[in-house]
């Protein structure tokens, strides 16, 4: 990307978060955006024109702007380059969002709720996407999707349904998160192990294992998951229940682990990173974590990466990550989709192999650039767990939704409930919500 190019992105992202915060969104006036010399030479007159006129890049090029993180990675560089350098009518400006996940959501409620035309293409979590699109932000995709030859089944199961709201498409992935177990293969014996990567296993199975390896190979403890009253309570729990599909039976096997000898005496208060440090000091034989656990693991922790496979979570591996949608009050709604199709389908090379992501296109699952980046996806254990992901509950109320289940499942984890009353709790939650 060219020094002056990224100069005025970078303006621009400063200029978009002052006038957020000023004024709940306004758009950015062309004025604003030109550089210096321009408005001189025109004067005010022209000045004035250039302000009403809509924004436009080099040569006339219908610019679009992309609110999105900057993850340091090189990721969404290599995109913008790729999609610029291949279309002369449209230009791609990056708008760097908030570090804070919470505060880009902020943000975007903010511009949104004012009506602003912004951002054209917005990234989201996958638990955003019902939220956003029951409050009418989000421009349905389907009609877009059936002319580009797209269907759901290219994408990533658990990403596109997560985008769905209503029957409708809403938003689809630019890259797919999601749980796997992690476990000592220096441990497990080599038919576990098997069975394990298979997915052929139930979570009977893994806790008989847990308690079986316990102690083994320098360890402590058997499993680690997250147990905590937060958010990843309900991604766990989406997990052992089936995807809430068989609440009662699950819920008791997840507080049977909880209470277990073999899983930590506090682990009603872990989230992700005590569960990384337990594996990566070698306390742990199992542990449920995401793509982001095989990082934790390197040549200074005691246990390292040749040490440890993966595996699908029996109830299919609940899904994370990040998604692209179109801002329903965008000016140039056709462009944006041509970016947003772009980014989901053949971007999906530069962006996964720049920034090593997994892609949420199937179609490039196999692609050398992608798989020469990514070393999980040599993983057979771990394709199958992004072949099987599964989405949380779809709600236009979700934090709503996600603090009450929180509430109530971590209840009956202290035991400060019971299994049938929270069974019927969490089913009524649902339909409340729904």
Known sequence: ???????????????????????????????????????????????????????????????????????????????????????????VEWVIAPKDSGDVRSQLNTAFGAGSSEYDVVCIDTVWAGDLAGAGYLEALDPYMMEAGLTPADFNAGSIAAGTYSAKTYAIPLYPDFGSL?????IVSEEDAAKLVSGDYTFEDLLAMAE????????SVGLSIQSAQYEGLICNTNEWTSNFTDITHGLELFKTATDAEYTPKDILVYRESECNNLLANGETVFSRGWPGTWGVLTDETTVKQDQIDIAPLPGGSCIGGWLMAVNAYGENKEAAWEFLRFAATDGQIPFCSAGGYVPGYNKVLDNEEILANNVLLSKPGFVKALENTIPRPSSSKY??????????????????????????????????YK
Do not use: W
Request: net charge negative.
């Open 212 to 219: 079986t390896y316990c102690g083994e190979g320098g360890t």
């Open 182 to 186: 992690f476990f000592r293969k220096d």
């Open 1 to 91: 990307m060219k020094k002056r190019h990224v100069a005025m992105l970078m303006a621009m992202a400063v200029t978009v978060s002052t006038v957020l915060a000023g004024c709940g969104g306004s758009q950015e006036t062309a004025e604003q955006a030109q550089p210096a010399e321009t408005q001189e030479e025109g004067g005010e007159e022209a000045a004035e024109a250039e302000a009403e006129a809509p924004v436009e890049g080099s040569e006339g090029k219908t610019v679009i702007k992309f609110y999105k993180q900057d993850n340091g990675n090189g990721g969404v560089e290599a995109l913008i380059e790729a999609f610029n350098s291949s279309h002369d009518d449209i230009e």
């Open 399 to 432: 934090s709503e939704l996600s603090d009450a289940l929180q509430i109530t499942i971590h209840k009956y984890l202290s035991n400060e409930a019971e299994l049938d009353a929270t069974a019927a709790e969490v089913e009524r939650l649902l339909e409340e």
